[in-house]
């Protein structure tokens, strides 16, 4: 696996957990994290970056979150699933170093790993529409 599917993977499994805490404030312990998933400096870099980046973003990502999907609050979709789409969101938008379509592919393939068929089916519709509204041509 490379580093950066390594990151994107640990950067989930972080903000699943400062999900589960409910403080969206609240700044990453990444020493206690750490702790539990060591891994090595540029994959620690780049988690880091993405969940910094998310949690920063949060608000305004989740705000398309809720503007791209129908009918799906926040609350009614799966803790793993929204905090893929949210970081799946801040690559696509804030990443400029990632394209587009990495963006996306590298969603998916982290949800079906964490997630379901289904979720990841979901997720890409999601991730797919934001990229055609608002990165158009990309």
Not at 25 to 33: K, L, S, T, W, Y
Not at 48 to 63: A, L, N
Not at 83 to 96: A, K, M, P, T, V
């Amino acid at each position: 696996m490379g580093k950066r599917r390594r990151s994107r993977e640990l950067a989930l499994q972080c903000l699943y957990e400062l999900d589960l805490h409910g403080d969206s404030q609240a700044e990453p312990r990444f020493g206690d994290f750490w702790a539990r998933h060591p891994a090595d400096e540029e994959v620690r870099t780049f988690t880091e970056e993405i969940v910094r980046g998310t949690r920063e973003h949060q608000y305004k990502i989740d705000e398309m979150i809720g503007q791209f999907t129908e009918h799906w609050s926040l609350e009614r979709m799966a803790v793993v699933d929204r905090n893929i789409l949210r970081q799946g969101i801040f690559e696509l938008l804030w990443e400029n170093d990632v394209p587009p379509k990495v963006a996306i592919n590298e969603a998916l393939e982290v949800a079906k790993k964490f997630s379901t068929q289904e979720s990841s089916r979901f997720i890409n519709g999601v991730l797919d529409r934001i990229r055609k509204e608002l990165r158009p041509g990309s």
